[in-house]
T-cell receptor
Framework: QEQLQESGPGLVKPSETLSLTCTVS????????WIWIRQFPGKGLEWIGH?????????NPSLKTRVAISVDTSKNQIGLSLRSVTAADTAVYYC???FGRGNWFDPWGQGTLVTVSS | DIQMTQSPSSVSASVGDRVTITCRAS??????LAWYQQKPGKAPKLLIF???RLQSGVPSRFSGSGSGTTFTLTISSLQPDDFATYYC?????????FGQGTRLDMK
């Protein structure tokens, strides 16, 4: 059964870099796009960006200057890096996979809460 | 960016009721629309994609319709497990965007 698991620090200081990892089990990274999405405390959802197994990426323009998504096929992992964080980056961060070929998302990881605070 | 607007923002209903949620896109997106269900503390769950196609394992009481700019999610006969928050999502353009959510709670 395919599973996605996010991991990383739950607390990041303002101006520092948020780094998360999504470990995929039960499936290969090949042939899919892998996505990071975040959900703010007020419950709004924001698409951060995606990457495929060969490293092709697209990012949300609102984050493009601060974000990088990476792929490690040897470890079956997807990475997220968000630089110069502020309190506005406090959110639950989810990784998910493209379902079919339509930019729909399934399955999802359980999510990890990242709080930006000094 | 394409703005997605859901209505209502919240709705109260009873088991057995028929419930309809509407999602409107700020520009035409053909049928590039998905619906998700989210319960507290859980990740969103894909219910419907391509506006009307039911994801495997999703009960048939859920249905979706629409194209262009106006879409609906209908639950034909509400069950206790359906009380949750529902989000629409457009997949026509990057960046992908979501509606603000509709909370469905028990009357």
């Amino acid at each position: 059964q395919e599973q996605l698991q996010e991991s990383g620090p739950g607390l990041v200081k303002p101006s520092e870099t948020l780094s998360l990892t999504c470990t995929v089990s039960g499936a290969s990274l090949g042939s899919y796009y892998w996505i990071w999405i975040r959900q703010f405390p007020g419950k709004g959802l924001e698409w951060i960006g995606h990457i495929n197994y060969s490293g092709t990426t697209d990012y949300n323009p609102s984050l493009k200057t601060r974000v990088a998504i990476s792929v490690d096929t040897s470890k079956n992992q997807i990475g997220l890096s968000l630089r110069s964080v502020t309190a506005a980056d406090t959110a639950v961060y989810y990784c998910t996979r493209e379902f079919g070929r339509g930019n729909w998302f399934d399955p999802w990881g359980q999510g990890t809460l990242v709080t930006v605070s000094s | 960016d394409i703005q997605m607007t859901q209505s209502p923002s919240s709705v109260s209903a009873s088991v057995g009721d028929r419930v309809t949620i509407t999602c409107r896109a700020s520009q035409a997106i053909a049928t590039w629309l998905a619906w998700y269900q989210q319960k507290p503390g859980k990740a969103p769950k894909l219910l419907i994609f391509a506006a009307s196609r039911l994801q495997s394992g999703v009960p048939s009481r859920f249905s979706g319709s629409g194209s262009g700019t106006t879409f609906t999610l209908t639950i034909s006969s509400l069950q206790p497990d359906d009380f949750a928050t529902y989000y629409c999502q457009q997949a026509n353009n990057f960046p992908i965007t979501f509606g603000q959510g509709t909370r469905l709670d028990m009357k």
